[in-house]
Structure formats: structure tokens, C-alpha cells
């Protein structure tokens, strides 16, 4: 992979150009699901193909093959080429890069048990077994569950002079249990929706969430939840767990740093940012506690945003995003940091295969822990507690959102009285945040994945980091969701 | 072209090695799919190109059927030692697999409707016409003094299906979509298309009406949320209307995750509300075939508000005892089938006769990050984006600060008063499809943010 990455780089650094980076990656993937009581889907697949950027004529050109061949990368070299040339139709500046050192490295993410040596029938002896337990529920009509490993290698090089080999393995678990009851549908899930807990681990991750041991519990809330009451419409102090907080800080703090959405690069179609440029350091973006980090290091835990560098060849690093409650810091790349005058790239470019252009995306967003027990977060004389999302959705410039969870629990004297159905919240993003009036330790703080977030087009789907501790919000508007 | 990447002869070759290969490793039965692309697509903001790439892929799968047992293996590497190992890897693991006492032997030879979807002009579209194209665009939101941020798409795409019981399909196409969003200081204006001909395409005049609503929607006002008559763009329709469609699945209904659950055969939907799934519509994209080479059969979904027929995939079509539709996706999957080729029928109206009847309400361009609230009340949450005006006395007379909604969709097409012409219609949350305009009462805002 090497040869083929210096090999693709020679076909364009030597027709001319400002700038050049090229990643070979290589990837292998396995995904087994049982549904019902039977296998559902099995699968196991690899790609592997060259994408070449490159800086010509003061425009960006890019262009992605799958055959490795001479003449293949040849092919994709002149077209990369080609492109950035047509760039210049529609041309108003030069593309400026801040300044990164050459690096040359070698790395593979940490991982305990290599989940490509686990026999398939093995994991599926695993998934089979959550999903008796979960049929042994009266009631259950759909019972999943799923795990996905991939082995991710990437070598980039670039005309300065940088060459990085690096290998990161992740993976994902989980289950879901549905109840169809006379006109109603309720799901619960473990240890998260929409496939469960994804991190940069091999297959210890499916050992350390305990699948077995949590699938009656949720089975059963599954089922309960069509005898219980609608969750009530109003304002109330909201107690979330750390999945659903994860979710939260995803869409209405990690998106909005993205400083190419704020630039306007993104607006037509993930969007814009209310951040502009003259928030930074300015705006109370929330309570005094609220401290939030973007972290790609290996210190911060395994997340799906940790790495050793980022795809334009930039160290991995941490940065204040909030500190205090002020927000102080945006996720930059070469190319933007030069726009606002930062000295360096902060190392959020990613992309989601050998296929696409590197753009700014999450890294670990996360909310640090804070120094309430959970007694402390749940010391409240009314409030509306949610775990596990069901529902999210939030405005292109990200003030407003509305989450729906799988369940809710009415709070009364810190003391879960009852069980609610189809809870939601919603609100204006800073607002939101300001109200926030209890943070739980760090031994109740958990890195989550979230594996589908997309961006870009042709869009591509990245996997972040967020890390949470459960946390308290006071006066926050429950229930529109099924207002009206 | 993607047919050079991947041509019908050389997918037969491929075919040919697979199946010996499997052959002679005492596996008879096996279907291969092939999926190929090459793409381009050219990206502006801030009335520049920033991003401009192309993309050349070939994707190639392996299910072996083994004693009640099936799984996929696929890899892009097609020389002899890529595919000896995917087919090596496919057997692999289909034998570690449990049995499906419900899976089918491998589909037989049948014949697809005919459709022609390939054009060579657009597979060959350069990047100078689309940074051209694109020039003329910006221009044109430039002189309006706006700023653009857009797309202009080209290429080309292939989709095979082969078994060792004879299935043999292939279908290539071709398409072209152009996007973008016109920004004033304080207001946007979207407008999106697409065709397999990229010359059936005028991104010029997408430009113009992308700012003619940016302008029009200058200086927001707050309108409070409520329950309003809106009128729907197509768009609007297409990525709202369309959130329903998987629910008309066989397999969704007995997994008990459908809204359709005891509710086939019931008038659901207004009167005026047909919708069919048409893979041979005109204005239609895609395979004629499904996921196991079947022929996709035209289902009549609505009828004058009664839902009448779902889709079916060959073992939920051999659990109900009826015929496959042709909907089916790609075993192993866990969903089944869906139809992915809507046509809503439309009435005589237009947009501006809507408006014209409408004392008062909300002329909506698109929606915006839609999400199931209800999975059987089927109701949604989402935000409106990029051209929200209010109508007053008949007149589109400002625009109006975006709303959040929650709407019930068996709510909002039981309340439609009017329908355009069917247009191909493009947005960003559903696939393309066949949809009118729709002038509907009683739409759900609930609440309205900050721009």
C-alpha cells in the first residue's frame, strides 16, 4: 500500500502542483445480525482503492479509483488534475493551507481480541442468545441484534514529505426488542439505538456490554411501555442519560464548531452554523459547569474519533471548545485555519473512505464529567428523566431541536415514581445549554459512538465520539411532540 | 463510462469464473451482484468552486445457498485472485451460518420491462461543462447580490444480478442532479433537479428561482406556530410524503414495525390520494429487477385513500402464499422489501392557483431533517428550510421565520385540497420520485426558531 500511495503521489507531484496527498486504504468489514430467531443478515466485505487531491492552479482537484494498476493511477492522477483546472471557471481565491510538519509514523489502534479471528458462528451463537431472551418477553413482536467489526488501514502521503501508516479497528453492538399492541409501537434498545455502542475496539466491546444479561430488563420495558402514561406536556427540570446527552452534544455543539459549515461551505445541504466568527470568545454558550473538549488523542478513550493523525496528515489533538461555559474554540483544517487567521489546524479532516474528499468532521466531542454523585443529578423535587433516543432532529443552522426518547420517568424527590411513554424535549441550543444545572462524575462518564453521521456531497457517513455523564437541565420546554 | 467499467459481457465473465470457482469447491448454487459507478460532481460555495471530485468504483458480491444457509461476501478487487478469495470467503461463512428453514432456492430467469436510462452525453459530461454550468449559476445569484453554494453532478452507474439458476439482469443508467441554495444577508432559496439526461436539466433557470426566493423571503417576519393551510412544493412533498414507503413492506408488517398493521384494505388517506409504484414511468429511475433478479411488478399502494397492495419480496411473497412483487432487496437483509419507485397521482391545480385560494397560510419550499416520532401514528418532526413565505389574501406576500412541525402523515393526506402535475421531484431526505404539489389544511407547526 505504501508503494501504491508514494507511486500516485510521484503521477502528480511531478505534472506540477502546489500541494498533494494521497490515502490508500484498505478495508475489511463484517456485520451479523439475527432477527427473530434467525440469522439475518451475514455478511463479510473489503475494498480497498487510492483517492488523490491535489492543489493546482489555486483550485482543489480530487479524483478516486479503484484500480490499482499503472495505468489506473495514472488515469486518476490526470483526472485530479483535470478537475482542479476546471476549478478555475468559477474561481474567486487561491486555496491557502497553514503550515504542518512533515511526519512520518506508524500506528495501529489499541484492541484486546482481533474480532476478525472470532468464528462467525461463535458471534452468532452470541446474537442468538440475546434474542431468545428477548422472545422469552410475551409481547415482543421484533426482536434484533447486531455486531460490526471493520479493520481500517490508511496510508497517506504527501508532497510534504509526510508518509502515515495507520490501522484502526472498530466495533459495534447491540439489540432492540418491539412491541405491536392495538395501535401502538414501542421499542427499546441496549446499550443504545439504532445498533447500540460502537468504539476503536476489537471484540472485547461485545464482552464488556454483557448483551445477555440485559435483554430480559429491556424486553420487559418494551412491553410495559403500552400500559404506562403518555409522558406530560410542559416545562419541567430534564434529567438525560449520557447516550441521549451524547446525541445532544453531536447535533447542537459538534456540528456548529464545524468551521466549515460557518464559512459557508456546507450551507447547501447539512447546512450553516449560528457560531459565526464574532461569537468566538463572546458567547455564553452555556452554564458555568458546561465544559466541552473536541478530543482525537488516545488519552481522551477509545472513540470513534480517536486517531494518530487526521486524513490531511495533522496530529491528533484537543480543543477547548467550551470552557466554563464561554465557547472559545471552532474544528478547523489546514485550509480554514488559514481563513481566520489560526496558526495551525486543530486535525478534524476526515473522510469516510478512499472514495472522498477529507472534510471537517467530529472528532471526540465531548462533554467533560462534572462533580455531582447521580443522587445529585436526580435531586429534584419534579422532573421528567429520558434515556435511550428515538427520535432527533435539529435546524440547518442548529438552534433549534427536538429529541423524542424510547422512555421516560416522571421524578419526584429524586425518586423515579413512574414510568412515561413517548417522551421528548425540545429547545434553542444555547438556551439549552444554560440550563444545565447538574453534571455527574466521571464514574458514571461513557465515550459513545455515533456511527451514521453524515456530511458533505456526495455525502459521507463518519463515525464520532461523544463522551457524557448523565446530567440535570432546569425549565426545559417536554412534550411538543405530540402537541397539537 | 460505467459501462466500460463493468459491461454486461464483462460481468458474464466474472460470472463464469465465480461459479466455477464455487464449482469445483462442491458448491452449485450461487448469485453474484454487481455494482459499478463513476461519478463526478462539482461543488461551489461562496461563489467558488471548492470542491470539485470524481469517483470510479466497482463493487462485486458473492451468496452461495448451502444446505438452508446463506451469507454475502464482496470485494471491488476483480482480478482472478480477488474473486477466487471472495468466493472462498462466501462459502466460509455460509457455512458457519445458521439455517433459514424460509430461504428460497436461488431465483429463476425472468424478463424485466424495458427502460432506457443510459445516456453516453451525460456519462461523457466533463468537469469544464459543469464548472461552466456552474459559472453561469453563480453569476446569476451574484447579480441579485446573493451568494451560491450548490452542486452539479454527472455520471454513471451499473447494477447486475446473476445466479446459477439462470437469472441474468443488467441495467446501466445514467444521471445529473444540480442543486443549489441562494443567500441573501438574512434569507435562502433552494431549488434541486435531476435527470438520467443531463441536458433535461436548465441549471440556470434552477439559479434564477433560487433567488427569486432568497429575494422574496428577505426580512423574515415571525409567524407564530400554529395550525395553518400550507402549500407544498413538490420537494416539500417528496421528502415528507415519502418517510411512509418502507411501511409498505410484507416484512415490516409481520415483523409488527409497520403503520399499515391492520389497516390494509381501509380507507386511511383522502379521497384524492392514488399513489402507485411504477419502475416504467417515464420519469422514473432505476433497475427494472429487484435484489434476486426479480422483474419490479407496477403496485397500485393507495386507491382513492384505501391502501390495496404492499410489496414482496420472494419469501415474503412464499410466507403469504401469493407472487413476488419485485421489490425485494439483496439477501441476507433483515427488512425485506420496499417500493422504491413512487408515482402520487396528481390533480389540476398549480402552485399558484393554491396560493391564489388561499386566504391564509404557508408556502413551503423544503423540509428539512425529518425524524419519525410515531413509528403508527406516523407522525414526523422537521424543520422548513430555504423559502418559507406566508400567503395572505391569496398573494405570497413575505417570508416568515422556519418552523419546526409534528404532523401525522395520515393526518396531512386526509386533509389535501388540491393537487398539481406530477413532477419528478429531487430533495435531500427521501429518494426521487413522482409527486404533485399538494395545498393541505391544518398542518401541524408547532414551533419557530431563530432565522
Known sequence: ?????????????????????????????????????????????ESMGVGIRVLAFGCWGFAATDDLTKEGLEAA????????????????????????????????????????????????????????????????????????????????ASTLGSVIDQTRYTAGAGFSALSYKEGEIQRRSYPNSFGGQYQLKGYELVEELKLVEHAARIAEEAVALHAVDQCPEGEFDLILDSSQLGLQIHESIGHPIELDRVLGTEANYAGMSFLTLDQLGRLRYGSDIVNVVCDARVQHGPGLGTFAFDDEGVTAQSTDIIRNGQFVGYMTSRETAAQVGQSRSNGCMRADGWGR??????????????????????????????????SWSIDDKRYNFQFGCEIGWEIRNGKRVRML????????????????????????????????????QPEQVMGTGHGASPARFRKIKIGSAYAG | MPDDVLSRAACESIFGQVADAARARGVPDIEVIFGGEDQALTRFANNTIHQNVAEREVNLSVRPVIDGRTARASTNRLDQQGIREVVEASIAITRLTEPDPELLPLAHAAESGAVRRFYQVTANATPQERAQAVAEAIAAVEEQGQTAAGIYSTGGS???????????????????????????????????????????????????????????????????????TVVLEPAAVLDLVGQMFGDFSATAIRDGRSFLNDRIGKKIFGENITIRDDVCDPLQSGAPFDGEGVPRRRLTLVDSGVVREIAYSRQAAAVAGVAPTGHGFPLPNEIGEA???????????????????????????????????????????????????????????????????????????SNVEALSTPVRASGE??????????????FNFTEVTRF
Open chain 2, 158 to 228: 451499473m447494477f447486475s444480478l446473476m445466479n446459477t439458476a439462470g437469472a441474468a439482469a443488467w441495467h446501466h443508467e445514467t444521471m445529473a442532479r444540480f442543486s443549489i441554495t441562494a443567500m441573501g444577508a438574512d434569507s435562502s432559496g433552494w431549488a434541486k433537479a435531476s435527470a438520467c439526461r443531463h441536458s433535461d436539466l436548465d441549471p440556470l433557470a434552477l439559479a434564477r428561482s433560487a433567488a427569486g426566493k432568497a429575494a422574496h423571503s428577505r426580512a423574515p417576519q415571525v409567524a407564530p406556530p400554529g395550525r395553518y
Open chain 2, 429 to 442: 431526505e427521501s429518494v426521487d420520485m413522482v409527486v404533485p404539489a399538494m395545498k393541505v389544511q391544518g
Open chain 2, 339 to 413: 417500493p422504491v419507485n413512487i408515482v402520487i397521482a396528481g390533480g389540476d391545480s398549480t402552485v399558484a392557483e393554491m396560493v391564489r385560494s388561499t386566504e391564509r397560510g404557508i408556502l413551503v419550499t423544503r423540509f428539512w431533517y425529518i425524524r419519525e416520532v410515531d413509528p403508527y401514528q406516523k407522525i414526523f418532526t422537521g424543520m422548513t428550510r430555504d423559502g418559507t413565505f406566508l400567503i395572505e389574501g391569496g398573494e405570497v406576500t413575505r417570508g416568515v421565520r422556519n418552523f419546526r412541525f409534528n404532523q401525522s402523515l395520515m393526518e396531512l393526506l
Open chain 1, 1 to 45: 500500500m505504501k508503494d501504491t500511495a508514494l507511486q500516485a503521489l510521484d503521477m502528480v507531484a511531478r505534472r506540477g502542483v502546489t500541494y498533494a496527498d494521497v490515502r490508500a486504504i484498505e478495508i475489511r468489514d463484517r456485520e451479523i445480525s439475527t432477527k427473530n430467531g434467525k440469522a439475518g443478515h451475514v455478511s463479510s466485505s
Open chain 1, 77 to 156: 492522477a490526470v483526472l485530479a488534475l483535470e478537475i482542479a483546472r476546471a476549478g478555475t471557471a468559477a474561481h474567486k481565491s487561491d486555496v491557502v493551507l497553514m503550515p504542518e510538519d512533515k511526519h512520518e509514523a506508524s500506528w495501529v489502534s489499541e484492541f484486546r481480541i482481533d474480532p476478525f479471528t472470532i468464528p462467525i458462528d461463535r458471534q452468532l451463537a452470541v446474537l442468538l442468545a440475546v434474542d431468545a431472551e428477548l422472545r422469552h418477553q410475551p409481547g415482543i413482536s421484533l426482536a434484533e441484534a447486531s455486531m460490526q467489526f471493520e479493520r481500517r488501514r490508511q496510508v497517506f
Open chain 1, 357 to 390: 474528499l477529507p472534510l471537517i468532521r467530529m472528532t471526540n466531542v465531548s462533554l467533560e464529567p462534572g462533580e455531582q454523585s447521580l443522587d445529585e443529578v436526580y435531586d429534584a423535587d419534579h422532573a421528567i428523566a429520558m434515556q435511550t433516543n428515538r
Open chain 1, 421 to 456: 411513554k413517548n417522551p421528548s424535549y425540545s429547545g434553542i441550543t444555547t438556551e439549552f445549554w444554560n440550563q444545565c444545572a447538574a453534571i455527574a462524575g466521571p464514574e458514571h462518564w461513557t465515550l459513545w459512538g455515533v456511527p451514521n453521521c453524515g456530511k458533505g
